[in-house]
């Protein structure tokens, strides 16, 4: 007899058969020189047997031996198992597997694993490829509604029962040796189930039978790539359905029962962000299928003195929505993605009146880079006009109104003079044609301001 290791999930053993004489017969016809049940059983040995109304079993390891096809068209011959009440067939022998009409000497081992559920049980089922029927041991689904299986107890060894097929359909003598095999649990010995949640995400070793004093670690890879910018994430293992906590890889299954393991993975897309200002948040990377992200820029982003940039949306592919005008927005990533954000160049116009705040002149601010603009100077009661600079360029002596086109930051100051006897006098303040200068005079003007509104107040005190 063949008993199946730990490493053997299918074992084959199969050699050339021995004929025996057998008269031939045409397909269908029962020939009474063939060799009944019984006979054949008691030839193999199995004399200490009973009856068995059983018509599945439960769930285990179980080792099948093909001992004879007592059938002339026995090529045809699918021996497969399935869950009770199901149609979902998996095949332990094939037509060639027997390879003769007769005696299969020496017998075909299969070993194989059954726990579809629980409290499950299954049943063994011939297919008879030349008749186009399939029999069932649970007589009530046979098509003809005649029982096409017996099943004997081996009373030497109650873990094995003795099975034959009949593969007539409807009425007629029956000796049921169409398919004659043994089924037997395999004491001691359990079978580990190894899958991934989706099914093939990955390989993951381990799947097979054990004695029940092994124990078996089992190791998930962490990511299994599916496309470009999208991949299954390992999430957990469950053992028999129970959750070994997230993230827990490796595990240790002891072996001490058939056991059912599942590796579960979570897709997971890709966002690529870009934008050359603003500190994106997020920055880009993978995330889970459904995940709801925030996406903002901080803007108005500064840049160089007088310089920043506007945040003026952005345009999207994949989860992200086509585009948009703010710096800020949601959405759930299901595919991969991109998103870049757009931004426009703003120049800062600095104007200023030499004297210092002598009449005030509109027009200081941001604008949009290329924007054009008119600076006009007011006259001031008890000053000449003299000129406008930009970035301390003269823009035109006696010219009050100049245009300003914005593709940089620019200080404009207006000048004006003090005219004394016929003669103008400049009250020009050179340290205004800098950024730095302007500032620290703005400083200065503030608290000069301040310090003479303290004293006017210390004198009406």
């Not at 099914?199 to 004093?213: D, L, R």
């Not at 991109?338 to 002598?358: E, F, N, R």
């Not at 005079?441 to 509104?453: D, G, H, K, P, R």
Request: proline share 6%.
């Amino acid at each position: 007899m063949f008993h199946p290791t730990k490493s053997s999930l299918v074992s084959v053993t199969l050699v050339a058969a021995l004929v025996l004489p057998l008269l031939m017969v045409p397909a269908y016809s029962e020939e009474p020189l063939e060799p009944s049940l019984l006979t054949i059983l008691s030839f193999l040995g199995f004399t200490n047997i009973t009856e068995s109304t059983i018509e599945t079993f439960p769930p285990g390891v179980y080792e099948v031996v093909l001992y004879a096809e007592f059938a002339d068209h026995h090529d045809s011959n699918e021996l497969s198992y399935y869950p009770a009440g199901s149609s979902d067939f998996t095949l332990i022998f094939s037509g060639s597997d027997g390879g003769i009409n007769g005696y299969v000497d020496p017998p075909v081992n299969r070993t194989f694993w059954f726990t579809h559920t629980c409290n499950s049980t299954f049943g063994l089922s011939m297919y008879d490829g030349l008749g186009n029927h399939t029999y069932f041991t649970e007589g009530v689904l046979n098509p003809d509604g005649q029982n096409h299986s017996k099943v004997y107890l081996n009373l030497d060894d109650p873990e094995m029962y003795l099975i034959g097929f009949e593969n007539l359909f409807g009425l007629g003598d029956r000796d049921y040796n169409d398919m004659v095999f043994s089924l037997r649990r395999c004491a001691g010995m359990y079978y580990l189930n190894v899958e991934t949640d989706p099914i093939g995400v990955a390989t993951i070793q381990g799947t097979g039978c054990y004695n029940e004093s092994d124990t078996v670690q089992l190791t998930s890879q962490d990511y299994a790539n599916i496309t470009t910018g999208s991949r299954y994430r390992f999430e957990y293992w469950d053992v028999d359905g129970i959750s070994q906590g997230a993230g827990v890889n490796p595990i240790t299954v002891s072996m001490n029962a058939n056991h059912a393991t599942t590796a579960h993975y979570t897709i997971q897309y890709y966002l690529t962000v870009t934008s050359p200002y603003g500190d994106p948040a997020p920055s880009g990377g993978w995330y889970d299928d459904g995940t709801t992200i925030t996406s903002s820029v901080t803007s108005p982003w500064p840049d160089s003195i007088g310089t920043r940039y506007i945040c003026m949306g952005w345009t999207g592919t994949g989860s992200v929505p086509t585009s948009g005008m703010t710096s800020s927005f949601n959405f759930s990533i299901n595919s991969c993605s991109s998103l870049t954000w757009t931004w426009k160049t703003q120049y800062y116009l600095s104007v200023a009146v030499d004297p210092l705040g002598l009449v005030p002149i509109p027009g200081e601010g941001w604008y949009d880079e290329s924007t054009s603009l008119t600076l006009s100077a007011p006259t001031a009661i008890g000053y000449t006009f003299t000129e406008w600079t930009i970035d301390s360029v003269s823009q035109g002596s006696g010219t009050q109104s100049i245009p300003v086109v914005m593709n940089a930051p620019h200080i404009a100051i207006a000048y004006y003079d003090i005219p004394v006897g016929g003669l103008t006098v400049s009250a020009r303040i050179p340290a205004l044609n800098s950024w730095f200068g302007l500032n620290i005079l703005l400083i200065a003007a503030v608290f000069a301001t301040s310090l003479l509104t303290k004293k006017l107040r210390q004198r009406t005190d």
